[in-house]
């Protein structure tokens, strides 16, 4: 009987959690309709998605990164989509001056901001690391000052409008892998920033939600290029990765886990059986498949 209650309380307890943590589900594109949003890398890739959504859901839209043909025909896209509005603003994010001026932007063409989705990142390579120090800076400047600047450039708008800081992290923001030694380590350093804001934010009842996106691997042609033949696991798609990246956001929920199942599920083995998880991580490799370093 005893042995009875302990698993009925187990089961209720597991239906709890999940009730809990699985999220609010009731997302209403419409409310995105008229809202002023920025995408950083948006050229191509997950960036690029995200901005066709916000564009069929009449958002303002604000796209920026350094190629300035590809930002051009996504603008023209995003018209044509139906955007309330559609600007882009070429510029590299390694520069401050930059990402501060980006938000500037914003505030001149909108007269505020709703969201702030930081989605870029700098080049790196995908091989055992090379001992080049010089590089993981430059690429935290990219991949987590840049995203610290433009939060805090953004801020008093986003105060305004009781908005939205969006943060795109990956997997291995959040457990260690093989052959991304720079990126992981500003990966990770994005959840101590954001995620201490967060709660700073809810001490000083500031209303302004920040959401990190936890994402697996997704069929870009710049991830696809980089790991195919190496990583032994099929990559999702980057328009729904994308859809679920604004619907977290506009839900306000702290973290999105995109895909759930390769992403959330293994992280439920990081704290308690980290050597197991290490272990069904790299039977996904191929090392033979690696490409020289460029
Ligand atoms: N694809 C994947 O498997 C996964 C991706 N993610 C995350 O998703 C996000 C998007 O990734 P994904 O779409 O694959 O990447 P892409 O390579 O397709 O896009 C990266 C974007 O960043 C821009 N960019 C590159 N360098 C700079 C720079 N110095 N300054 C400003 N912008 C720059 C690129 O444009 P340009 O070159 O024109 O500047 C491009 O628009 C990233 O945060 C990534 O970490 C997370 C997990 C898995
Ligand atoms: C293989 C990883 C998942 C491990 C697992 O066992 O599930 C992938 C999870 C996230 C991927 C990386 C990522 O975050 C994006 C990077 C983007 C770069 O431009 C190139 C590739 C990535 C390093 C990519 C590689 C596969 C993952 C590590």
Redesign the pocket.
């Known amino acids: 009987m005893a042995l009875l209650t302990k698993l009925i309380v187990a089961v209720i307890g597991l239906l709890l959690a999940f009730y809990f943590y699985s999220g609010n589900d009731a997302f209403d594109p419409s409310t995105l309709k008229g809202k002023k949003v920025i995408v ?8 690029e998605q995200m901005a066709y959504h916000l564009a069929k859901m009449g958002s303002h839209i604000l796209i920026t ?3 300035e043909d ?1 930002l051009k025909k996504v603008v023209d896209k995003c018209v044509e989509l139906g955007a309330a509005s559609a600007h882009y603003i070429p510029g ?3 520069n401050m001056t930059f990402a501060k001026q980006v938000v500037h932007e914003a505030e001149g063409l909108f007269g505020g901001l709703d969201m702030l989705i930081l ?5 790196t390579y995908f091989n055992y690391f090379d001992g080049n120090v010089d590089h993981v800076r430059d690429l935290l400047e ?1 991949n987590v000052l840049s995203y610290a600047t433009m939060t805090v450039a953004a801020l008093p708008m986003l105060k305004k409008s009781g908005g939205n800081v969006v943060v ?4 291995v923001g959040k457990v260690g892998a093989p052959f991304t030694v720079p990126y992981s380590t500003t ?1 990770f350093a994005l959840d101590g920033f954001f995620s201490s804001l967060r709660m700073e934010f809810k001490q000083q009842n500031t209303n302004v939600s920040i959401t990190l996106c936890v ?4 069929d ?4 696809v290029n980089t790991v195919a033949g190496v990583i032994q696991q099929p ?1 999702a798609p ?1 328009e729904e990765c994308a859809f679920e990246i604004i619907k977290g956001g506009a839900l306000r929920q702290r973290e999105v886990y995109y895909q759930y199942q390769a992403t959330k599920i293994p992280l439920l083995l990081r704290d308690w059986a980290p050597e197991f998880l290490e272990y069904i991580m790299l039977k996904n490799y191929d090392v033979t498949k690696l490409k020289p370093q460029q």
Do not use: E, L, P
Request: hydrophobic fraction near 35%; avoid cysteine.
């Open positions: 950083t890398g948006a050229s191509s890739g997950i960036g990164a350094r190629t590809r590299s994010m390694d989605n870029h990142i700098g080049f990219i795109v992290s990956s997997f990966k994402i697996s691997y997704i870009t042609d710049s991830a990559a980057k």
